[in-house]
């Protein structure tokens, strides 16, 4: 059918016209809408997200009729949900709120100005991260963008208190056409006093960039950020420059809660983009202490979990400035209770990391510290999986040599302590490096680790493990009358010369690990003058030493002593002395006795230095 023929047909001109005033009445309808017959459905609503009665004085239209209605809206209660305790989250004693209708009819309501007078807010956080506005509105982790081309806000107050990281504030609200938007109060993170202040310009246009500024200012800690986000109060697309200053890294971290740790005074500066659920850094430098840092990092949140991707770069780095003052005064308290100690009390537990994952490369190009130490650089990469870190590539090098290996740090499934498997090498390495001197006992150096051990630190980690340690010494020298000593041979330790050098072929050890127990599997140190040979243990976390050397020269001995080395205390402080009793009047003329009648025992050999080598190092 032709459609003039269509439309001839009194049938459908009937139709058009029915459907055409359909359209008009449903015109009308949207246009002169009551709203305030919703009241009692808004009230129901909110109620239902608070858990507590919502009240409404009143809702009605300011004019008649309008496809962009605005609503007044006058005393608004919002009580706290229960467990907030008492009083209001919110009260507004009038607001006027304009919209589109055709938009909220197809699903997208957004306001396009609000204006509020006599604003009460009291936001809270309780202990165990409860927070009370996130029942009145969504959480996705992507900021605002509330499409506004108009907000005013006079007489309006808001309250913040966060029992997790212990923060308050109370700020003032204002927002107009001629102050533009601003927030300015007082508050404490951690007890220490700061000063917030925030400001853009007045909102006249939504779809225009709005420049804005922040600062947190204190004497312990202080942000300050410098902005431009794509619409007005759009918090889901910033870019902006932020610099930032504390006592200890935790400060800032009680502001932007990315999990950090104490440290030294910090300084940093980063330029800083975010794009819906995207964190972007670049140009990330500052100082921790006397350290220096440079990178970048990108976090994006991902089915509620934050994939991070960074690299960071110490021109230098103290490992002391990565511990907060009370922390450093902890571990010395630690250390004059119960003395120095080999393995670090280092923590390594990942219970509080929180859903994250990633990797971050780390490289340190020299490492400092305040004692002489032959540790020189460092470089690792670190992934972050499900609470499983694993840290491989790692490398430190030192003064001569380099340790290489990986590490996994296991903590999934929520365990309350991770599992540690540690696989390290020591390759070129020398004794003045290893013992942290010149030293007049010289040699290369090898080594290996393979351990597996659970615990928060990698002290308990070592102090339960499991597994092999083996090092190995050679083609060193040593002094003359230590190598005499060593196969207590009293004749040749009393005639040689402090200044005579003896070869050093090897020094082999090689520790069993069960439960933090090291049994000793072999322990041979060979010279050119004498070979001793030691059994024993070690035990881990004391690191106690409880060790027994014999020995016997390679040469014919005048005076050969019949004795042995105990060596006790721990690998940091030992305690070396001769058994008692060696030094007796009467052992010395049984040593006299041994040697007038050519009953000594057999004299030492040279070791199989390649095979002990071998064994040592799991070859």
Not at 1 to 22: K, N, Q, Y
Not at 180 to 197: D, E, F, M
Not at 477 to 506: H, I, M, N, W, Y
């Amino acid at each position: 059918m032709a459609p003039r023929d269509l439309f001839a047909d009194r049938r459908w001109r009937w139709a058009a016209v029915a459907l055409a005033t359909v359209v008009i009445l449903l015109l009308l309808i949207a246009g002169f809408f009551p709203f305030g017959m919703l009241k009692p459905s808004l009230e129901r609503d909110w109620s239902r997200r608070v858990g507590r009665p919502v009240t409404i004085g009143s809702v009605r239209r300011e004019t008649a009729f309008s496809f962009t209605p605005t609503l007044i809206i006058r005393d608004v209660r919002v009580p706290q949900p229960a467990w907030a305790g008492k009083g209001d989250l919110a009260t507004i004693s009038r607001g006027a709120v304009r919209f589109n209708v055709f938009s909220a009819l197809f699903g997208t309501f957004r306001l396009r100005s609000i204006a509020i007078t006599g604003l009460r807010l009291a936001l809270v956080r309780d202990a165990k991260g409860r927070e009370n506005w996130r029942s009145v509105g969504p959480a996705n982790g992507e900021g605002a963008n509330w499409d506004l081309d108009r907000l005013e806000l006079s007489d309006a107050q808001v309250s913040y208190r966060d029992a997790v990281q212990d923060r308050r504030a109370q700020l003032i609200l204002l927002a107009d056409r001629r102050h533009g938007v601003s927030a300015r109060g007082t508050g404490t993170i951690w007890g220490h006093p700061v000063a917030i202040t925030a400001r853009g310009p007045a909102i006249t246009d939504a779809a225009a960039r709005w420049p804005f500024q922040a600062q947190i200012t204190g004497n312990a800690v202080g942000i300050s950020i410098e902005g431009l986000m794509a619409h007005p109060l759009d918090t889901g697309h910033v870019t902006a420059d932020i610099t930032a200053h504390a006592s200890d890294l935790k400060l800032i971290d009680a502001i932007v809660e990315a999990g950090l740790f104490g440290t030294q005074p910090v300084r940093l500066a980063a330029h800083a983009v975010h794009d819906q659920a995207t964190w972007t850094l670049t140009d990330l430098h500052g100082t921790i202490g006397r350290s220096d840092l440079a990178g970048h990092v990108t976090a994006k949140l991902v089915d509620g979990r934050t994939k991070i991707d960074g690299a960071l770069t110490f021109g230098q780095l103290d490992f002391d400035d990565l511990a907060s003052d009370a922390g450093l005064a902890k571990a010395h308290e630690l250390t004059a209770r119960i003395g120095r100690r080999l393995v670090p009390n280092t923590r390594i537990n990942l219970a509080h990391t929180g859903p994250a994952d990633g990797v971050i490369k780390v490289t340190v190009r020299r490492l400092v510290s305040r004692t002489p130490s032959s540790l020189q650089a460092m470089r690792g990469t670190l992934s972050l999986d499900h609470r499983r870190l694993t840290i491989d590539p790692f490398r430190v090098d030192l003064t001569h040599g380099h340790v290489v290996g990986r590490m996994v740090v296991d903590q999934r499934s929520n365990a309350p302590v991770p599992r540690v498997t540690i696989s390290l090498h020591l390759i070129g390495a020398d004794l003045p490096t290893l013992i942290g001197g010149g030293g007049t006992v010289t040699g290369s150096v090898a080594g290996r680790l393979r351990l597996v051990g659970s615990g928060s630190t990698f002290r308990e980690v070592v102090g339960n493990g499991d597994g092999r340690v083996g090092l190995i010494a050679r083609d060193g020298v040593l002094p003359a009358k230590l190598g005499s000593e060593l196969g207590f041979d009293l004749a040749r330790t009393l005639t040689t010369g402090d200044q005579k050098e003896a070869g050093l072929r090897c020094v082999v050890i090689r520790l069993a690990m069960h439960k933090g127990a090291g049994t000793i599997d072999p322990l041979v140190i060979d010279t050119t003058r004498a070979q001793s040979r030691g059994e024993g243990m070690i035990r881990f976390p004391e690191e106690t030493m409880s060790i027994r050397l014999t020995g016997a020269p390679k040469a014919k001995s005048v005076l050969r002593l019949p004795a042995s080395i105990l060596v006790g205390g721990t690998i940091k402080d030992p305690r070396v002395r001769l058994q008692k009793g060696a030094k007796s009047f009467g052992n010395i003329l049984k040593a006299i006795g041994q040697s007038i009648a050519g009953d000594q025992q057999p004299r030492a050999t040279d070791a199989d230095c390649d095979a002990l080598a071998a064994r040592a190092l799991d070859r």
